[in-house]
């Protein structure tokens, strides 16, 4: 502190004028880059949540079209391909559970796989025919390999 005291009044001003100017810099820039890092943090999520938000509306707008076909491939199963459908009376056991046989053209249903597999090999479209089983449904018939 004694070698600063015995430099003249010009090199005291100087180094405390520097002192000054290199407090007053790093302050300007410490607050720069946080007003800086805060815009970019805000432009980047508002960019993700654009980016998000298209995401959603055309996941959105795929799923209502897959809905959409799987209503139609549901009600072309049902109308055209199981059309006579008839519940009978007796039962039949399969997979270990007893079910009401279902026939169609008078042929039973259960564990027959060619109204399935001909509505696949039409629609590309995997079918599954459930009959119910006490308090359960049991899949009898189904294009699922």
């Known amino acids: 502190m004694k070698a600063y005291k015995n430099r003249t009044v010009k090199v005291q001003m100087i180094t405390i004028i520097s002192l000054c100017l290199l407090l007053g810099f790093s302050t300007i820039a410490i607050l720069v880059y946080k007003n800086i890092s805060q815009v970019l943090l805000e432009r980047t999520l508002s960019e993700q949540q654009s980016r998000i938000s298209a995401l959603a509306t055309t996941l959105t707008s ?84």
């Open 62 to 145: 795929q799923f209502s079209t897959y809905l959409d076909n799987a209503k139609v491939l549901e009600s072309t199963f049902q109308h055209s391909y199981l059309q006579g459908l008839t519940i009978e009376s007796n039962k039949v056991s399969t997979a270990g559970f007893q079910v009401l046989d279902a026939s169609l053209d008078g042929r039973s249903v259960i564990n027959n796989f060619a109204v399935v597999d001909k509505f696949y090999a039409d629609t590309g479209a995997i079918s599954t025919l459930f009959l119910k089983s006490d308090n359960d449904f049991l899949r009898v018939t189904t294009s699922l390999k």
